[in-house]
């Protein structure tokens, strides 16, 4: 699993990080995004869903935590 804590960076730049580290994922890998933004997670999770991942979030003090699996 790949970790990436985003809770710091506001959009656009956390959702601008958040793509860069969803290219990288290779096939059967989740990535744990770590986001305190809520208009990147407002814009990342129907993005991912449409790129074909499966998209799990759960709420945590620090943010959000979201958990994209490719589906391809």
Do not use: N, W
Not at 4 to 10: F, G, H, K
């Amino acid at each position: 699993m790949q970790f990436v804590d985003l809770s710091s960076y506001r959009c656009p730049m956390a959702f601008v990080q958040a793509k860069l580290a969803m290219k990288d994922l290779g096939r059967g890998e989740t990535l744990e995004l770590l986001i305190g933004d809520p208009a990147t997670l407002r814009d990342l999770i129907p993005y991912a869903r449409r790129c074909g991942f499966s998209v799990e979030s759960e709420t945590r003090p620090q943010g959000t935590a979201v958990y994209l699996r490719p589906q391809h």
